[in-house]
């Protein structure tokens, strides 16, 4: 069973930074492709960036790349996502996924999900 835990979200101001956390204590961790969406207030779920089992490679949205960067420790069993320069605009539920086989950029693309943490930043 693939349970999926994030943490690290809260209320920050503009221009600060935030990591998100997302484990899982599944023994095969290190096989499963891992994707971050968000899910701003009143919009659909929205992708993030994906990171390949092994962390060699990762795909990001465009309008974050420049500020978010997605990375994972396998021997911990946890993902992670460095958001800096934060803006109210990126105010969402933000969920880590993992897919057993792609790696891709489409909330169908991934079979397991967390339960989401909330990030707020405030002007």
């Known amino acids: 069973q693939v349970q999926l835990v994030e943490s690290g979200g809260g209320l920050v101001q503009a221009g600060d930074s935030l990591r998100l956390s997302c484990s899982n204590s599944?023994?095969?961790?290190?096989?499963?492709?891992m994707a971050w969406f968000r899910q701003p207030p009143g919009k659909e779920r929205e992708f993030v960036a994906a990171i390949s089992w092994l962390g060699d490679r990762s795909h990001y949205a465009d309008s974050m790349e420049a500020r978010f960067t997605i990375s994972r420790h396998n021997a911990e069993k946890v993902m992670y996502l460095q958001m800096n320069s934060l803006q109210p605009d990126d105010t969402a539920v933000y969920y880590c996924?993992?897919?057993?086989?792609?790696?891709?950029?489409?909330?169908?693309?991934?079979?397991?999900w967390g339960q989401g943490t909330q990030v707020t930043v405030s002007s």
């Open positions: 599944v023994r095969t961790f290190s096989r499963y492709a």
């Open positions: 996924a993992a897919s057993g086989s792609n790696l891709g950029t489409y909330a169908h693309d991934y079979e397991y």
